[in-house]
T-cell receptor
């Protein structure tokens, strides 16, 4: 098993550009989520999904969109990047929403100029 | 939301020393995990331990759910143990399914 994979590892964007952060898992996990990690703020939940076709907002969803067309993939889209979105982004997955080990991807370090 | 407090915030050790990291949480949980964030930023899952005791090599962890704390023990520390150790919990019935992370313990192991 590859576990949770994320691409790209690093990305630099200019303000206003769009991009998609990719996340995939091969463990047939139902639950997937996106976090951002910022100094002094810890990890905060952006969006999550409890299965294909089902997504919902976390605590900091503004400026981000998600979709989940398959069990394996959960991309995160930035429609118009802003400097405040400079962060490290982690994708995570677990078998179910509650009470199961959550596995994290290696992260994407994003800088918005 | 639930409060997660970790101590100590910083720990500096010489290779071969033992250490204990503590995590206190303010509510009942159905998930508690310990992570190691290595110098490259990767979050490595160490233990899933909502209750009881587990061991994996030089690392072991104990969670006393009724008293709302967990301990991570590192024995015979090595330089590769350096990094930040996070405790993260999930509350029962959480609709978001999110993990609440503590602020972490920054561990530095010197040769």
């Amino acid at each position: 098993n590859a576990g949770v994979t994320q691409t790209p590892k690093f990305q630099v964007l200019k303000t206003g550009q769009s991009m998609t952060l990719q996340c995939a898992q091969d463990m047939n996990h139902e639950y997937m989520s996106w976090y951002r990690q910022d100094p002094g703020m810890g990890l905060r939940l952006i969006h999550y999904s409890v299965g294909a076709g089902i997504t919902d907002q976390g605590e900091v969803p503004n400026g981000y969109n998600v979709s989940r067309s398959t069990t394996e993939d959960f991309p995160l889209r930035l429609l118009s990047a802003a400097p405040s979105q400079t962060s490290v982004y982690f994708c995570a997955s677990s078998l179910r929403r509650g009470g199961d080990t959550q596995y994290f991807g290696p992260g994407t370090r994003l800088t918005v100029l | 939301g639930i409060q997660v407090e970790q101590s100590p915030p910083d720990l500096i050790l010489q290779e071969g020393a033992n250490s204990t990291l503590r995590c206190n949480f303010s509510d009942s949980v159905n998930n508690l995990q310990w992570f190691h964030q290595n110098p490259w930023g990767q979050l490595i899952n160490l233990f899933y331990i909502p209750s009881g005791t587990k061991q994996n090599g030089r690392l072991s962890a104990t969670t006393v759910a009724t008293e709302r704390y967990s301990l991570l023990y590192i024995s015979s520390s090595q330089t590769t143990d350096s990094g930040v150790y996070f405790c993260a919990v999930q509350t029962r019935g959480s609709t978001l399914g999110r993990l609440y992370f503590g602020r972490g313990t920054q561990l530095t192991v010197w040769p």
